[in-house]
C-alpha cells in the first residue's frame, strides 16, 4: 500500500511530489505540503518553467488567490502527470504561484490531486496512505 | 580542458551563499540531512521509493537560500529533485494562500 511517513510533530505534512516535463522528457521532484483545505494544487511559478511549462501564455485561465499582502492572480496549468505518495494523476491543473522559503516546500498538494484516491492520515503514527478506491 | 581537470579533481566553489559540488557521492537520504542539516539540496541520479519518496541521489548543489537553489537548476537537466532537510521552525507559523 503506498504510504510515507513525516514527522507528527511538526507543523505540516510535507511529501515529495514528482513533476513531469510537457514533453514527458524530464521530471522535477519536489517537496510539497498536502493540505485538505486547499481545493487546488500549486507549485512555483519558476520551477514550472524551468521544466519547460509556460505560465506566461495569456490564454491561460487565472485564478485568484488571497495572499497576506493582498489579491493576486495566478495563471492555471495542465501537467502532463503528477505523483506523490505512489499515485500518478495525468493531465493534472496546477497554480502557478510561489510559496515563501520559510514554508520549506515549493509548493502545495490539494484536492484537485487527493480526490482520486482514498487518503488515510494516522496523526498520531505521523503516516500518511493514498489508496486507489475500487 | 581546465573545467575538466576541476571537474574530476571533486572541487567545489562556492557561488554567493550556495555551494556547488562538481563530484559527490550517492547519498542516502540519511546521510543527505546529517552532511547538510537545514538546507536546501539540488540532486541528481536519485532513486525513488514505491512511495515517490526521495531514497537516495547525488547532491549537486547545497545552500540555506531556497532561491539559489532554484538558480542552480539552470545549470543541470534531465531528471532532478529539490529536497529541504530542514523544518518550520516550532515558532513559526506559514500561512498558506487562499483560493477565492
Known sequence: MPRVTY????????VDFLLESPDGSSSL??????????????????LL???GYDPATPLLQRQRIVTGSGIEYAPRITVRSATAIGQT????????????????????LGLNFLRHFKLTIRF???????VKER | MLADKERNA???????ETIVMMKTALLTIKQMRSQYPDQWLLVTEYELDASTSLRKGRVVAHSKNRDEIHRALKQHTGNLCIHFTGRVPQ???VVF???G
Not at chain 1, 521532484?29 to 519558476?46: C, F, K, R
Not at chain 1, 494523476?89 to 504561484?97: A, D, F, G, R, T
Open chain 2, 10 to 16: 571533486h572541487l567545489s566553489h562556492v557561488c554567493k
Open chain 1, 89 to 108: 494523476v495525468s493531465n493534472l491543473e496546477v497554480l502557478c504561484h510561489n510559496l515563501p522559503p520559510e514554508s520549506g516546500v515549493d509548493g502545495l
Open chain 1, 7 to 14: 514527522d507528527p510533530t511538526g507543523s505540516s505534512i510535507i
Open chain 1, 29 to 46: 521532484l519536489i517537496p510539497v505540503v498536502l493540505d485538505t483545505g486547499a481545493s487546488l494544487t500549486i507549485v512555483s511559478t519558476e
Open chain 2, 91 to 93: 515558532d513559526t507559523v
Open chain 1, 49 to 51: 518553467v524551468r521544466l
Open chain 2, 97 to 99: 494562500p487562499c483560493l
Open chain 1, 124 to 130: 498520531r503514527k505521523g503516516i500518511v496512505e493514498l
